[in-house]
């Protein structure tokens, strides 16, 4: 289905949408939404990141994203953030400043996540949920720590 | 009785961006993936409190319309339709969108300028998702997200504005250059640029990382104090011009938003901006500030066919606005 503004593009998704006091589907392309200012723009702060003629490439063993699928999209899942580390630190630098992560120690609340955590192991052993027993276990040896 | 500090600010909002580690970013995961986040998610907010899931596949387009004009949902939520989800508390204070931009994106809005009761609230709702969930967390970084510029705290807080002094005296262009140096912006909700038709801005803090929960909260709270500040001396500046024009077109706003029969959406957002300029000032009967409020949501046309529980055309729809104006205004 083509873009019902620029009728060029295919449309990507279909906005329900005050369209002129009529309440309507709009078929609409990424291009045509974000101009409109129905949705927010793609900005990928990685882009040109990837050197080509390389012969190697990372890839994220979670998500399976390459280093040029990276510089493309983005991150693609949170160990994204491990894999591609030296790329990524000169860009939050560039965004946020030289700064690192800040908390106020109420915010810790270590002790209470630790307590729930460790009722929350109690339970999966009873229904005898080993996995389940073993990542909780793990996130609390983790916060510990 | 002129009291040129009401309405000044309609709403606080609080939100954050959480995502659960090792679970690919919503623009790649499986269908599968997703349902598993949704589930994920409910299951941990349901156990601390009443929560109702509502998956957008799974819901008109109207019903999709009305949840975004009343501010529960994104667009971006809505073009993610075939995964996405959102789970609202039982008074909509609280809304948890589910694979938007982050897997999690949660808010809270409550009226006035209360954005630490906001803050509050939301933290609970963290709590409730860190003890149950995996989430994506790093001691540099902080809280990992899908785009970068919400790393950190990954918390949003904002203040809706209604500042038409400012507005009118076009200061507000100047009023955001002194601010540039803040960690704050302020933009203009309903128009482009800084000029805004219903005389709404949005005051919010600009980075997420380097800087406490707490700061940033109280941040944003002082810059909001300050323009409320300079927004009423610019209503004292307007009160005093006594222009002639200024105060007919508030009062003809006042006469045609309490009388007329049809109001589309535009017309009213225009003419209730005027009207309540015109209470604070004094030029026109006051109006209730939380009526006026609910009905900046209420009169949106996908909510009042969902409301109102009847399928209308768009005249009907104009005449329901303007008949639900008057009975909200005129029982004032």
Do not use: W
Not at chain 1, 45 to 70: A, D, L, M, N, W
Not at chain 2, 5 to 12: A, C, G, N, R, Y
Not at chain 2, 312 to 330: F, G, H, Q
């Amino acid at each position: 289905m083509l873009c019902a503004i620029c009728g060029k593009n295919q449309a990507v998704f279909k906005l329900p949408a005050n369209y002129n006091n009529n309440l309507v589907s709009l078929p609409l392309c990424e291009e045509c939404a974000v101009k409109l200012g129905f949705i927010k723009p793609a900005v990928n702060h990685f882009t040109g990141v990837y050197k080509t003629g390389r012969s190697e490439q990372r890839v994220c063993p979670c998500c399976r994203t390459t280093e040029r699928e990276f510089s493309k999209n983005g991150a693609g899942c949170s160990e994204c953030y491990k894999v591609f580390k030296d790329i990524i630190k000169p860009v939050i630098v560039k965004i946020h400043g030289d700064v690192k992560h800040k908390t106020s120690l109420e915010n810790l609340k270590g002790d209470n996540i630790v307590k729930s955590l460790e009722m929350q192991l109690e339970e999966a052993k009873a229904r005898n949920d080993f996995s389940e027993a073993q990542r909780i276990f793990d996130e609390i040896q983790r916060r510990k720590s | 009785m002129t009291d040129l500090k009401k309405h000044m600010i309609v709403s606080s909002r609080v939100r954050l961006a959480r995502n659960i580690a090792k679970i690919p970013f919503p623009f790649k995961m499986s269908p599968f993936e997703a349902a598993s986040v949704i589930d994920k998610v409910f299951n941990a907010l349901k156990s601390t409190g009443e929560y109702n899931l509502y998956k957008l596949n799974e819901l008109s387009d109207i019903e999709c319309l009305s949840l975004k004009e009343r501010y529960l949902i994104s667009n971006d939520l809505i073009k993610n339709r075939n995964i996405g989800a959102v789970i609202l508390n039982s008074n909509e204070t609280i809304s948890v969108m589910v694979n938007e931009e982050d897997h999690i994106r949660a808010q809270c809005v409550l009226p006035g300028l209360d954005i630490n009761t906001a803050y509050e609230e939301i933290k609970k709702v963290d709590l409730a998702l860190n003890s149950a969930l995996n989430i994506a967390y790093d001691d540099e970084l902080g809280y990992i997200t899908s785009c970068p510029t919400n790393l950190g705290t990954g918390l949003r807080a904002s203040a809706l504005c209604f500042l038409p002094g400012l507005s009118t005296l076009n200061d507000i262009g100047k009023i955001v250059k002194s601010f540039s140096h803040i960690n704050a912006e302020v933009r203009g909700v309903y128009g482009e640029g800084t000029k805004a038709t219903g005389y709404l801005y949005q005051v919010s803090n600009k980075t997420t990382l380097g800087i406490t929960e707490e700061e940033l909260v109280e941040d944003v709270k002082a810059m909001v104090l300050e323009l409320a500040e300079k927004e009423v001396k610019a209503r004292e500046r307007i009160l005093n011009m006594c222009d002639p024009d200024i105060i007919d077109n508030i009062m003809r706003s006042y006469g045609i938003l309490t009388n007329a029969y049809k109001l589309t959406t535009d017309e009213f957002m225009s003419l209730s901006a005027d009207a309540r300029m015109g209470a604070c000032l004094g030029y026109t009967p006051d109006i209730d500030e939380q009526k006026l409020n609910t009905l900046l949501l209420d009169v949106q046309p996908a909510t009042l066919i969902v409301k109102g529980g009847k399928n209308y055309t768009a005249e009907e729809r104009d005449i329901a606005r303007a008949a639900l104006v008057k009975r909200m205004l005129n029982n004032n």
